[in-house]
């Protein structure tokens, strides 16, 4: 296979209006979510992204009927499921593919599933996962061959205090407690966006899931559940993303399709360091625009679980901030791994340095400079490609791989906005 890079030439201010897409950290709980039906689902606004893709070939393996309607639509059959193995190579290919361990325990009291794989971008234990399942009834041994087997005769509600938030955890013991018996509290749990989603999507085909977006989600094991048409929520990373970029190239664009209450922490950074930032409703859509036109003041960013500075903003955030006029600074409280875009920034004429791994100092400079830059995960990617856009000459970003892995059709939407990128084979 030919790699694929980017050829970005910087210096353009973005300009116009994109569109965002669904949500990808929605979409991939989502649609294993859709086994615990034993029916058909319906799902409208999946974005096209290689992590979608990656969960539709999963399915099919196991026995489901998977397919596009029209567009964004995805058709899942999950009645005639063959097997609770899923330990094919493709479910090491992404973080996500746990979900598939509650939505079949949930569904069928049993699964085989190979560890999973995703950016490396620091310890990401499943520990919160397995305490969860034992909780509810499951016995769970992880063999020397990195394949997770779960059993249980009989899934039964339970209390959990999970150790840490965990976004993972909270939805995957949420999909398996939907289908157990009896009431379910679960404690010190995720608020993001997408638990929020995917609570309404279980909801949706009949379940009972209450406080999803607070501290304590209540579920009400259901016996069985049914098949339903569910719409994913605007994607807020890739959201974040377009606002930054937009800011960061000097730039002036609406972004359309986004709820903007999930956006409050990066609006408030934004405009602390100088960017206008405006929200409104054109009569379809909520829309967010994002106009800059000095270089941007210093910030100091602590990234925290929702409703805090994501973490998955962050290394775009970086690049911004390496022209600002001043020193910022970021600490990064949720993984312990990524910097990995730093040394790369500073091929570009960026001044950052970089302690233990969780705190970085940015001396801004007046400018950035093309470079030959390799993502080393997905949302180093996209900072990546910010700074290449913020940069004076050429860059050339390699392992897009990464990056397609999360954001649908991005080069297309820049150069919709002016950006002079152009995807390169060989």
Avoid at 221 to 227: D, S, Y
Avoid at 260 to 285: C, F, I, N, Q, Y
Avoid at 377 to 400: C, W
Wanted: aromatic letters at 6%.
């Amino acid at each position: 296979m030919q790699k694929e890079w980017y050829r970005i030439n910087g210096g353009a201010p973005l300009e116009g209006t994109v569109t965002i897409s669904g949500a990808k950290n929605a979409s991939v709980a989502i649609i294993p979510a859709a086994i615990l039906s034993g029916d058909t689902c319906i799902l409208e606004n999946l974005p096209h992204i290689h992590d979608v893709q990656v969960l539709e070939t999963i399915l099919k393996q196991i026995g489901a009927t998977v397919e596009y309607t029209v567009g964004d639509c995805m058709k899942i059959d999950a009645s005639h499921i063959t097997t609770t193995e899923v330990v094919s190579p493709e479910v090491q290919e992404m973080r996500a593919s746990y979900y598939l361990l509650g939505a079949m325990l949930g569904r069928f009291g049993e699964c085989d599933i190979a560890l999973p794989g995703g950016c490396v971008i620091g310890a990401r234990p499943i520990d919160q996962h397995v305490k969860g399942m034992r909780a509810l009834g499951a016995e769970i041994e992880i063999g020397s061959d990195n394949i997770l087997r779960a059993r249980a005769k009989h899934l039964h509600g339970a209390e959990i205090f999970f150790d840490m938030v965990s976004v993972g955890a909270t939805i995957n013991v949420m999909l398996a407690a939907a289908r157990a018996e009896g009431l379910t509290v679960l404690t010190n749990v995720a608020k993001e966006p997408h638990v929020v989603d995917v609570a309404n999507f279980l909801n949706m085909m009949g379940a009972s899931v209450k406080g999803a977006g607070t501290d304590v989600i209540r579920i009400q094991g259901r016996k069985e559940l049914h098949g339903c048409g569910y719409a994913i929520i605007p994607d807020q990373i890739e959201t974040g993303t377009f606002m930054i970029a937009a800011a960061a190239t000097m730039g002036d664009v609406v972004i359309k399709n986004v709820i903007p209450t999930h956006m409050e922490a990066v609006s408030a950074k934004l405009m602390e360091s100088g960017a206008r930032v405006e929200e409104g409703d054109d009569g379809r859509d909520f829309f967010i625009r994002v106009c800059m036109r000095e270089r941007p003041r210093p910030v100091s960013i602590k990234t925290l679980v929702y409703p805090g500075f994501p973490t998955d903003l962050q290394q775009p955030m970086t690049s911004y901030l390496t022209v600002a006029n001043g020193v910022s600074t970021i600490n990064e409280t949720i993984f312990e791994n990524r910097f990995n875009h730093v040394k790369e920034l500073r091929r570009m004429g960026a001044s950052i340095s970089v302690k233990e791994n969780r705190f970085c100092k940015i001396k801004g400079v007046k400018q950035l400079r093309g470079a030959d830059l390799r993502a080393s995960d997905l949302r180093a990617g996209a900072s990546l490609i910010i700074a290449a856009l913020m940069g004076q000459g050429v860059s050339n970003v390699h392992h897009i791989d990464y990056i397609d892995r999360g954001y649908e059709f991005l080069d297309a939407k820049l150069t919709a906005l002016g950006a002079d990128i152009r995807r390169m084979k060989g």
